[in-house]
């Protein structure tokens, strides 16, 4: 199926195409077009007008100031696994990266058209989430170099397919926390083995000092319409020494955090999402802390 007829338009600059999308109702943003391009094509998406920022250089990069990762919305999936500063700064990222797709849609594909889709089962919302990420959003309401407001990956995702972002706004950058030295991340998944997508994927950050939890973060995605914090897995985590055993009965407690929206399909039902949960963030603490894979 082909696309339905649209009028199209290259904007040089963030200020250019946030006046394009203003003036022209129903237009979208066109970044790699993994997204927007398919949809498309299947006439889930009919814009009047497609605005390609792809060439808008301010929207590219990738720097480390004040232990903080900033990453250019319009940097490729390649760009990021190729970069020993991400690989330095957060490895977790990096190796997601790299599992993201075929080398043609690391080429082309975008971290800020990825977050910007919101597939629920895309492993960039899920380990933005679990990063603390903050998205800079640039609109109609005052652009600066470091956009019109900031919003955590948290409040960020709002829905299947739904975010924040408003009609005239863009997403321009991603921050993060550079990874402490007592700091271990690591994102694990069950994939669809035809497209690498998540049927179940989880995020971990944990803090460890002379073999104790200070302090936890983690989140899971693939199954609920968002990507969704275990703050209960995250409290049990806190004060204890990791071993398997006391792994396994805090990361058992996901099931109290993921609420009743659970997605399932032809593939996975929503029962059996539910739970893998606790087995893949299991999974993502062993090898962040190092202990056997199958303990």
Not at 181 to 188: D, L, P, T, V
Not at 227 to 251: K, Q, Y
Request: proline content about 4%; some cysteine; overall charge negative.
């Amino acid at each position: 199926m082909f696309a339905t007829e649209f009028e199209y338009t290259k904007a040089n600059s963030v200020s250019e195409a946030i006046q394009l999308l203003g003036s022209n109702d129903g237009a979208k943003i066109l970044a790699g077009g993994h997204s927007l391009l398919p949809m498309m094509k299947l006439r889930l998406a009919r814009p009047p007008m497609v605005i390609d920022i792809g060439g808008i250089e301010e929207m590219r990069g990738i720097s480390v100031e004040n232990g903080t990762l900033r990453i250019g919305a319009l940097t490729t999936h390649a760009d990021i696994a190729e970069s020993h500063v991400v690989k330095d700064a957060s490895g977790i990222l990096w190796e997601t990266a790299y599992g993201i797709g075929d080398p043609q849609v690391r080429n082309r594909g975008t971290i800020g058209g990825n977050i910007a889709h919101a597939d629920p089962a895309s492993d960039l919302p899920t380990v933005l989430t679990v990063m603390d990420a903050v998205f800079t959003i640039q609109g109609q309401g005052g652009i600066t170099r470091r956009g019109s407001r900031n919003v955590s990956a948290d409040e960020f995702f709002t829905g299947p397919f739904e975010t924040v972002l408003g009609e005239n706004e863009i997403l321009t950058a991603i921050e993060m926390p550079v990874l402490a030295a007592n700091q271990h991340a690591e994102y694990a998944k069950m994939a669809h083995p035809a497209t690498s997508f998540a049927v179940v994927g989880a995020g971990v950050v944990v803090t460890v000092d002379n073999g104790v939890c200070t302090g936890a973060r983690v989140a899971v995605g693939g199954l609920t319409p968002k990507p969704t914090r275990g703050p209960s897995v995250e409290a049990a985590l806190n004060g204890i020494e990791l071993t398997a055993d006391n792994i396994a009965a805090a990361t058992a407690l996901i099931d109290g955090d993921l609420g009743s929206d659970i997605l399932g399909d032809v593939f996975a039902s929503g029962e059996y999402r539910r739970a893998m949960a606790a087995i893949e963030l299991k999974h993502a603490i062993f090898h962040a802390t190092g202990l056997a894979h199958h303990n």
